[in-house]
């Protein structure tokens, strides 16, 4: 399975920003990247076609959005639609990132909504998980993991087509840009009981579901992380902002 190294842009950078900042990390990884990884850029909606006009001639590079609205179109003052993703070159997309789940107060109903329209859509999904601070202390991390896996997945259909565009962000609300990262075990822990329980609700092809290991990765902690047994890419937040940075976390 190809190891998935995103960038998770947020609400940073202005047109100008995001394309310098992509062409400065093309100059800095192209024809270092291992064969087997693929680099994701998820920037804001606003400079997608600009990001998109820079990586398109590279194979290895795919574009994805933050978020979008479950339809096609329509009254929806505000909102994107997966087809003008598609339309602007996007292949992935996020769903539910803690940022979501917990500012913008995006309700599990919802997210389900979003994974399953998205995949029939034809996009890739990343669909982000995890447990706040709280629960882990009260022993909940396996309560909440499943429960957002449950809830989240239940719509999607298990043709071979719709599973194989699914994938999993596993980021403890804790560790989001906190600097504080998981430890290798949590995050073995974590990764092993995402892998049951997609198996458990998906069937065995499940296993070729990349799960990503997202919350304060940095140059520095990135090769141990990468090399965890199910953990099949990295999600990067702040660390993903500086051309630099992200290139050394590409390349490790
Ligand atoms: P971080 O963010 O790398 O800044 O912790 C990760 C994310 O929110 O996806």
């Known amino acids: 399975m190809k190891k ?46 600009v990001v998109a006009d820079v990586i398109n001639r590279y194979q290895y590079m795919k574009l994805g959005a933050q978020n979008f609205y479950p339809a096609i179109e329509g009254a929806y003052t505000g909102e994107i639609s997966p087809k003008m993703l598609i339309d602007v070159g996007c292949e992935y997309a996020l769903v539910g990132h803690s940022e979501r789940r917990h500012i913008l107060n995006e309700s599990p109903e919802f997210l389900a909504q979003k994974v399953e329209f998205g ?18 202390k009260a022993g909940k991390v396996e309560q909440v993991l499943t429960d957002q896996l449950e809830k989240g997945l239940a719509k999607v259909s298990k043709e071979k087509d719709i599973v194989s565009r699914l994938a999993i962000a596993y980021e403890p609300v804790w560790a989001i840009g906190t600097g504080e990262v998981a430890g290798e075990k949590e995050i073995y822990e974590a990764h092993t009981l995402v892998r049951e329980k997609l198996i458990e609700f998906i069937g065995g092809q499940a296993k070729d579901i990349p799960i990503l290991y997202g919350g304060s990765v940095k140059p520095d902690n990135v090769k ?10 990295v999600l990067v937040g702040g660390a993903s902002l500086d051309a630099n940075s992200f290139s050394q976390i590409v390349l490790a």
């Open 224 to 233: 141990s992380i990468i090399n965890i047994d199910n953990v099949d890419g």
């Open 4 to 49: 998935i190294m995103a960038a998770n842009w947020k609400m940073y950078k202005t047109q100008q920003e995001a394309k310098d900042t992509a062409k400065k990390l093309l100059e800095l990884i192209d024809g270092k990247v291992k064969e087997d990884r693929e680099v994701l850029i998820c920037p804001p909606f606003t400079s997608l076609s």
């Open 119 to 136: 995949l029939e859509m034809g996009l890739k999904i990343i669909y982000c998980i995890g447990e706040k601070l709280d629960q882990r």
